[in-house]
């Protein structure tokens, strides 16, 4: 019997890209699927697509970049749960388009860890008496290979799945005498569209240069968000505590523990 069966499952992100695979194949393996996302009309299109393979989900629009809302959110759908297990994958995340560090306004950078760290600890925070009280369930956190190593242009993406990182990791520490399960994921490239939806801000940069990074991350992503989704998802059916995604993030992960400091000279060479 799949582990997702009959679990209460709720995925952020469910809009688009892995999220929406995850809905759809966690359906599947017969959970009862929370869609979560800020954009209806993109949720909608997921809620068609889990109709068109003969399975349901229940779909909320959610800012997890809005505390209040969080907190709203989780109050209405606890107690639907009936005491049921639950998987909480926190999925959705933004990046920026602004240049190094020099050229980042505090605002953007701001914006981005509100999202992308805020929005995994507040909700985790929400459910998190529900997992105690049960002491059963699943949290899951997507990292990214820029959790396991700095890359240059991207010092709030960056510091923000450093941040995820670290957030599950003590908290695998502090429920390992618990039966709450903890997994942190670090996908490398995806195929998603998470730069092409990027607007350039801060000055620096323009659509120009925008586009050429976008066209350089579609030939280097070879993982398919449904290739990605499968991974994660029967990651956590094993339980698994650490998952690395792509062969160019595992090569990553490696070089990072082996030379934890020379790393950035040879990524700055290779990018030459």
């Known amino acids: 019997m799949s582990y997702f069966k009959g679990t209460n499952t709720i995925i952020t992100g469910a809009g688009s890209g892995m999220g929406r695979?995850?809905?759809?194949?966690?359906?599947?393996?017969?959970a009862r699927v929370i869609a979560v996302d800020y954009n209806a009309v993109s949720l909608n299109e997921t809620a068609d697509m889990a109709k068109a393979q003969q399975t349901s989900i229940e779909t909320y629009v959610l800012d997890v970049g809005n505390a209040e809302a969080i907190n709203a959110f989780a109050?209405?759908?606890?107690?639907?749960?009936?005491?049921?297990?639950?998987?909480?994958?926190?999925?959705?995340?933004?990046?920026?388009?602004?240049?190094?560090?020099?050229?980042?306004?505090?605002?953007?950078?701001?914006?981005?860890?509100?999202?992308?760290?805020?929005?995994?600890?507040?909700?985790?925070?929400?459910?998190?008496?529900?997992?105690?009280?049960?002491n059963t369930g699943h949290i899951v956190n997507l990292s990214s290979i820029f959790g396991l190593g700095?890359?240059?242009?991207?010092?709030?993406?960056?510091?923000?799945?450093?941040?995820?990182r670290g957030f599950t990791e003590t908290l695998r520490m502090e429920l390992a005498d618990t039966n709450i399960s903890t997994t942190v994921v670090y996908p490398s490239g995806?195929?998603?569209?998470?730069?092409?939806?990027?607007?350039?801000?801060?000055?620096?940069?323009?659509?120009?240069?925008?586009?050429?990074?976008?066209?350089?991350?579609?030939?280097?992503?070879?993982?398919?968000?449904?290739?990605?989704?499968?991974?994660?998802?029967?990651a956590v059916e094993k339980r698994k505590q650490r998952v690395v995604i792509g062969s160019d993030g595992k090569m990553f992960d490696f070089l990072t523990r082996i030379l934890p400091s020379s790393y950035t000279n040879i990524v700055r060479k290779g990018k030459k």
């Open 21 to 30: 695979q995850m809905v759809l194949q966690a359906a599947k393996r017969g």
């Open 190 to 234: 995806v195929k998603t569209n998470i730069v092409s939806s990027q607007v350039p801000k801060g000055g620096h940069t323009n659509e120009e240069m925008l586009q050429k990074v976008a066209k350089k991350f579609e030939k280097n992503a070879k993982i398919t968000a449904e290739s990605a989704s499968l991974q994660i998802l029967d």
């Open 75 to 134: 109050e209405k759908i606890t107690p639907s749960f009936n005491k049921g297990k639950l998987i909480l994958i926190n999925n959705a995340g933004v990046s920026i388009f602004t240049g190094n560090f020099e050229h980042t306004p505090l605002e953007e950078f701001e914006w981005l860890i509100n999202v992308n760290m805020w929005g995994v600890i507040r909700l985790t925070k929400a459910f998190y008496p529900y997992f105690l009280a049960q």
């Open 150 to 164: 700095g890359m240059e242009g991207n010092s709030a993406y960056c510091t923000s799945k450093f941040a995820v």
